[in-house]
């Protein structure tokens, strides 16, 4: 399944379509409206056309691992949490589409936006737009949509904040994480992938190959290993 790197708009098809109305209108011609295609999601961001639920294959836990695996690597090299987030799950999930004025808008948004910390962590809020834009309210020409399902799939995502960290709050997620950004980013990359696919593939994360074993739980096993 392919996605368009340089997609840097979800609306360009509607309001190519608004144009093209309003020139026929003017001409007295009748333009009727596309069919919409009934989709899980009401107001899906996909410039691909297909709608979900997105078929990848049976791929939903290699996708998970590589949201993990770029997200820590892109933090590590680059910095900038929220950006790294956004771009790990641009890069790793199909049917997100690796829009630039997006990542370009996540650029302020790191530790907390604020130098006290005490504001979102910046890879919560990277996922969370991730989230918006993929399923999130439209504005083309009025407000469009709801922000039902991507309030939703957002405290997911909370609760697996609360769950490893007790807050979503930069300055709090940093001393937990005991200040490792990189793995703060993967984390929070990997849960957003899995929540994504759980909601918009054709199986769903968790009905494919299981989970892998959690990188603490695995690092102490082969500590201890060493240890005997």
């Known amino acids: 399944m392919t996605k368009s790197a340089n997609s840097d708009s979800c609306e360009t098809e509607s309001t190519r379509r608004e144009i093209l109305g309003l020139m026929a209108a003017g001409a007295g011609l009748v333009v009727l409206p596309r069919r919409r295609r009934a989709t899980r999601s009401a107001q899906i961001c996909d410039p691909g056309g297909k709608g979900p639920p997105f078929d990848v294959g049976g791929q939903e836990q290699k996708i998970i691992g590589e949201a993990y695996r770029l997200g820590h690597q892109y933090e590590k090299q680059y ?33 907390g936006a604020t130098p006290t910390g005490l504001q979102n962590c910046g890879a919560f809020t990277g996922a969370a737009m991730a989230i918006g834009y993929l399923c999130g309210r439209r504005r083309n020409g009025k407000f469009e949509g709801t922000t039902k399902q991507s309030h939703k799939l957002i405290r997911k ?40 696919l759980d909601e918009f593939s054709a199986h769903g994360a968790d009905e494919t190959d299981p989970p892998p074993v959690p990188r603490d739980l695995r690092q102490r096993k082969s500590s201890e290993g060493k240890d005997s």
């Open 79 to 111: 910095g900038g949490c929220a950006q790294c987030t956004l771009a790990a799950l641009q890069d790793a999930v199909p049917f997100l589409a690796a829009d630039k004025g997006l990542f370009r808008g996540a650029s302020c948004l790191d530790g």
């Open 157 to 196: 995502l909370y609760k697996q904040y609360e769950e490893r960290y007790g807050s979503v709050l930069c300055k709090d997620v940093r001393e937990k994480a005991k200040r490792d950004c990189p793995e703060v980013v993967g984390l929070a990359a990997e849960w957003t992938a899995q929540i994504l």
